[in-house]
């Protein structure tokens, strides 16, 4: 590893004041940044620790809850207030890593984590997002994990987040601090797609600071379910997941979330499917329909054909479990 | 250097404890030791400084607490919390095996929790309590956990047993060894070649069942 400098700011201000600063990078948990610093992919000349912020609670806030950016992943998913009203959220957190990573791995951290491939790790390989304009390694490569939606020819990776897609799904808001104050963007614009710009991951400045995430009250509780679809049991990166959510009223679907990962360079909401479902029966034949609609426009690669079968059948077993039919 | 770090730095360091004069040295030492930190080579040829006490300025100090034993060490911010244990602590009971955060063998507890030590940075662990293997015996008392996976064959080779035993630790008292189904889960982080799993998740399904303290 590079070596670098190392600062632990005790306040806010100090840490916009250092993050302003280039060559400046910020590190929470350390489980994602340390990684790619070990790998030479990324090279700070500074860390600026933000751990002595005090960003590390789950609140109950006027509808909703707040969750600051240092909470932790395991400290989320067994939050009562979450798994109380965000099953969903918590479900999708417990599926993310390893025990032991979620001990490490932060909100604002795992936000953060890079959109990435095996070819982005490897420094001697072409690839966009790590070094812009030196090409794709994997759109000829071995793609299996790859996008079927959103990609562009610069960059066809996923990002990687469990936790990202039951927040896109949630409706949840980021709260950003920058030189200027506070700006609050909805979550499901916080991530980008790659386009022209595959080496951007979010709409996050270089000199801001991810403060919390909030989570509107919703009537999805009773009715949830994330799907993890992997290679082995645990501890794997979704091939494809599913955020699922329904308020169902009498058999009737009130209104429904849905939201896809492994499958897009950000977390993948699926708006014209969760229409599609609106006053239908909870029933198979509905959940058949709405994958159908989600699945429109999804476009596979050499080695991820699989992913166009694997989907809609994820979304609907998703759905499914949501509805209790299962 | 802005002057306002100086507070931010390793914990207690800048506060104004105790002698001021001593404090003052230990902050303007420590703002010296940070800003010169990278490039310090350079900085070095440039300054005519010995490389060899511009090596020394790099290091920063760190307070940890180590199987109840106070340590004061100065580590590079690179040096992982993994290194320190096994190259300048001598305490190799806990294994590098990817040193990448994919298998579970560097596996420690700070501050009671379990980590993956290879992508824990030392400097960050500063005030903080560590619990390695080492840590879990009683003298010549081996810890349940231990008896229990020796009694179990919880391992062939045992390169990630250490790793595998400080997990199960925190497994059981985390609350998540209901079932053999929710160890499986929980133990997922740490993973062994010589697939050991059935008897690991005997060992630890026998320590919960057992009610001891763990
Ligand atoms: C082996 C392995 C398996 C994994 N499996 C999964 C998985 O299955 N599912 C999953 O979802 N994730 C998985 N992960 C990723 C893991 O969830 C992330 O590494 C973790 O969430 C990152 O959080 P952190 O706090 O450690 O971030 P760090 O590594 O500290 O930071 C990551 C990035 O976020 C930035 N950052 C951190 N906090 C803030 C903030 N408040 N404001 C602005 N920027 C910030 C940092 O500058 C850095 O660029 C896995 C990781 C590993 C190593
Ligand atoms: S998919 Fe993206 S991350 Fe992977 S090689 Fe191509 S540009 Fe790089
Ligand atoms: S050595 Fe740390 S997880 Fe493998
Ligand atoms: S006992 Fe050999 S790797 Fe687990």
Redesign the interface.
């Known amino acids: 590893?590079?070596?670098?400098?190392?600062?632990?700011?005790?306040?806010q201000?100090?840490v916009l004041?250092?993050i302003a600063q280039p060559g400046t990078k910020i590190?929470a948990g350390?489980?994602n940044l340390?990684?790619l610093?070990?790998?030479g992919v990324m090279t700070p000349?500074?860390?600026v620790?933000i751990?002595?912020l005090p960003l590390r609670n789950v609140s109950t806030v006027k509808n909703g809850v707040h969750i600051g950016s240092l909470a932790l992943n395991?400290q989320v998913a067994e939050d009562k207030q979450v798994v109380a009203k965000f099953p969903l959220l918590s479900q999708a957190l417990n599926a993310g890593?390893?025990?032991?990573?979620r001990?490490?791995a932060t909100v604002g951290g795992n936000m953060m984590q890079r959109t990435r491939c095996p070819y982005f790790y490897d420094v001697a390989l072409p690839c966009n997002k790590r070094n812009p304009g030196s090409g794709c390694g994997a759109l000829e490569g071995f793609n299996r994990m790859h996008a079927i939606f959103g990609m562009s020819e610069q960059c066809i990776a996923v990002h990687p987040s469990d936790m990202a897609v039951a927040m896109a799904a949630l409706d949840a808001t980021v709260i950003i601090a920058g030189k200027k104050g506070e700006r609050r963007l909805p979550f499901v614009d916080f991530h980008r797609l790659p386009g022209n710009t595959p080496q951007l991951d979010n709409n996050l400045a270089k000199d801001e600071l991810i403060v919390a995430v909030e989570i509107p009250e919703n009537n999805y509780a009773a009715h949830s379910h994330y799907l993890k679809i992997r290679d082995r049991?645990?501890?794997a990166f979704a091939l494809v997941s599913v955020a699922a959510a329904l308020d169902i009223d009498n058999g009737t679907i009130r209104s429904a979330r849905l939201a896809m990962g492994g499958v897009a360079h950000k977390p993948w909401r699926l708006t014209a499917a969760e229409k599609a479902l609106v006053g239908k029966p909870a029933n198979a034949a509905s959940f058949e329909q709405a994958a159908q609609v989600a699945m429109q426009g999804a476009k596979a690669f050499k080695d991820n054909a699989f992913k166009l079968k694997l989907a809609p059948a994820a979304i609907i077993e998703a759905l499914t479990h949501a509805a209790g039919l299962a | 250097m802005?002057e306002?770090?100086n507070?931010?730095?390793?914990d207690g360091q800048?506060q104004s404890a105790g002698n001021p004069r001593r404090d003052f040295l230990k902050k303007s030492t420590l703002l010296t030791a940070?800003?010169l930190?990278?490039?310090?080579a350079v900085k070095a040829a440039e300054n005519h400084v010995d490389e060899h006490v511009a090596a020394v300025f790099?290091k920063?100090p760190v307070d940890i607490e180590i199987n109840g034993v106070k340590h004061n060490v100065l580590v590079?911010?690179?040096v992982?919390l993994l290194d320190l244990l096994r190259e300048q602590l001598n305490l190799t009971g806990t294994k590098k095996g990817c040193?990448?955060?994919q298998c579970?063998a560097c596996?420690v507890h700070v501050d009671g929790?379990?980590?993956?030590s290879c992508?824990?940075?030392a400097?960050?662990v500063d005030g903080k309590k560590v619990t390695t293997i080492e840590g879990l015996a009683k003298g010549d008392e081996l810890h349940p956990m231990q008896e229990a996976f020796i009694k179990h064959d919880g391992f062939q080779c045992g390169y990630c047993t250490p790793g595998q035993i400080m997990?199960a630790v925190?497994?059981v008292r985390?609350g998540?060894a209901g079932s053999e189904m929710e160890i499986?889960?929980?133990?997922?982080?740490?993973?062994c070649r010589c697939g050991a799993y059935p008897n690991i998740v005997n060992a630890i399904m026998e320590v919960k069942a057992g009610g001891q303290q763990v």
Request: charged residues 20%.
């Open positions: 590893m590079k070596q670098f400098q190392y600062i632990r700011p005790i306040t201000q100090s004041a250092a590190i350390g489980s340390v990684d610093m070990k790998h000349d500074k860390l620790d751990n002595k395991s890593a390893s025990a032991q990573l001990n490490m049991a645990s501890y | 802005d306002q770090y507070e931010g730095l390793p800048g940070v800003a930190t990278p490039g310090v790099e920063l590079e911010p690179r992982t040193d990448y955060g579970g596996t929790h379990r980590v993956n992508l824990t940075l400097v960050m997990s925190a497994c985390e998540h499986r889960e929980y133990m997922s982080g740490n993973i």
